[in-house]
Structure formats: structure tokens, C-alpha cells
């Protein structure tokens, strides 16, 4: 059973920065996509980050202020977030896609990042 545990999220004050954190477990193919999406209040999920190959691309929301790794060896990926706006609030989504036509993807529950002073 594949399960994703985000971590890290929480209240910050504008300008101020956080890292999220997201360890994938269970049977996943090494060949994947992991990523970052974002939900806020009255909004659709939209992509934040991912990186697959060391490869990376962002929303243009976030560019310059949000950087995405992945450690291959823990099965995990993180965002680390900076220059926080409340804009930035949200709940936060780990998302892994495994390659290939009958390639599953999978989903974390999410952690809530609220950016207010």
C-alpha cells in the first residue's frame, strides 16, 4: 500500500519561510514524477512544483521563491518555500505519478500552510 505523509506546514508571517516535506512508502517505480500542488479556500488545485530527472518546473506564482529537490535514496521530495505571501495559504499536496501508460499516481492528504500576521 503506497502512502504519502507530508510534514512542515504551518502559520508563518509574511516574508518568512517554510519546508515542506513529503516521504512516499510502499511499492512506488523509481521511474516517477514528484511534485507540489496547492488548494486554497473557494479555489481549484493548482500545481506548485515537480521535478522528475532532476528536472524542474514551476507556477509562475512561485518562481524565484519556491525551490523543489528530491532525495531518490528516502523517497522523498521537498519545497522549500520563501518570501511567504498570504497568498501563499493553502492546503499543500504531495503528488507522485509513476511513469508509464498504466502508471498510477497517488496522493498525500496535506498540510496546511497559513501565511498571516
Known amino acids: 500500500q503506497v502512502q504519502l505523509v507530508e510534514s512542515g506546514g504551518g502559520l508563518v508571517q509574511p516574508g518568512g519561510s517554510l519546508r515542506l516535506s513529503c516521504a512516499a512508502s510502499?511499492?512506488?517505480?523509481?521511474?516517477?514524477?514528484m511534485g507540489w500542488y496547492r488548494q486554497a479556500p473557494g479555489k481549484e488545485r493548482e500545481l506548485v512544483a515537480r521535478?522528475?530527472?532532476?528536472?524542474?518546473n514551476y507556477a509562475d506564482s512561485v518562481k524565484g521563491r519556491f525551490t523543489i529537490s528530491r532525495d531518490n535514496t528516502k523517497n522523498t521530495v521537498y519545497v522549500q518555500m520563501n518570501s511567504l505571501k498570504p497568498e501563499d495559504t493553502a492546503v499543500y499536496y504531495c503528488?507522485?505519478?509513476?511513469?508509464?501508460?498504466?502508471?498510477?499516481?497517488?496522493w498525500g492528504k496535506g498540510t496546511l500552510v497559513t501565511v498571516s500576521s
Open positions: 510502499g511499492s512506488i517505480r523509481s521511474a516517477n514524477t
Open positions: 503528488n507522485v505519478v509513476e511513469w508509464g501508460l498504466d502508471g498510477m499516481s497517488y
Open positions: 521535478i522528475t530527472s532532476g528536472v524542474t
